[in-house]
């Protein structure tokens, strides 16, 4: 017998080209953004991070359904949301508020760039805190607000404000709250739902959330950065409003009657 009909034909390792592609696109994004933030287009500079937040997306997903994971794509991917979520957010909504802090003086000059380091900082720490954690928690949630989420926060509330015509200098103390709040979110130990579900059913789509599903992106056609803006602060809220839920709720033992 033909021992060349017996062995399997190996399969290529150009496959594994695909999903680092998508990576690579949502690093070249993320890189785009700090470029043009630099230039004052901001409104590119924030569509930019909602670029990379879509590749992100793909990337592991498109992983997955070829069957190309690998611990190369997964650092790769790592360092790239560093770069997109983590540095490119931080400088845009540098270049365009916190910067102008130092026309209050030398000590809010300085607080407006830390501010904008510590947003980078956490977002590192985030990942990494993710990526040692993998196979160890509950699919069904992130332990802190996941990078991308707190990416389009910051992204959407600068592109909301600059699109309605507010200059970055007049607004520099509100997004210097934001950028600390979504920085400290990161790092918190507040549960996110993660919409990646579990469980047999995790395949079955209820016929009311593709309805919602539709009129959100009709929504986000209409005004993307407004839409986007409250969507991304309605989830950043939903970890502290869950948690106040889950202390607050009494125990089974606690309610059970005697």
Excluded at 127 to 149: E, H, Y
Aim: with cysteine; charged share 15%.
């Amino acid at each position: 017998m033909d021992q060349t009909q017996q062995t399997p034909r190996p399969r290529g390792r150009g496959i594994y080209l695909l999903p680092n592609l998508f990576t690579t696109g949502g690093l070249f994004a993320g890189f785009y953004a700090i470029i043009a933030a630099t230039q004052g287009r901001f409104d590119d500079a924030c569509i930019a991070v909602f670029i990379a937040a879509i590749l992100d997306g793909v990337d592991g997903r498109v992983a997955r359904l070829t069957n190309t994971q690998s611990e190369f794509g997964m650092q790769y991917d790592s360092l790239a949301d560093l770069i997109s979520f983590g540095l490119a957010p931080a400088l845009v909504t540098y270049h365009w508020a916190l910067s102008s802090m130092k026309f209050d003086g030398p000590v809010p000059g300085k607080i407006g760039w830390i501010a904008a380091f510590l947003y980078a900082a956490c977002a590192a720490l985030r990942l990494a805190r993710f990526n040692s954690q993998v196979g160890q928690v509950d699919k069904r949630w992130f332990i802190g607000l996941a990078s991308p989420a707190a990416a389009g926060v910051v992204a959407s509330f600068v592109w909301t404000f600059h699109d309605l015509g507010y200059t970055g200098e007049q607004l520099r103390y509100a997004a210097l709250a934001v950028t600390v709040a979504a920085a400290l979110l990161m790092v918190s130990r507040l549960r996110y739902f993660s919409f990646k579900g579990g469980g047999p059913r995790h395949d079955r789509v209820p016929f009311l959330a593709i309805v919602i599903v539709l009129a959100v992106l009709v929504a986000i056609a209409i005004d993307p950065p407004s839409v986007l803006l409250t969507i991304g602060a309605l989830y950043a809220l939903s970890g502290p409003v869950y948690a106040v839920w889950r202390r607050l709720r009494p125990s089974p033992a606690n309610g059970s009657v005697a």
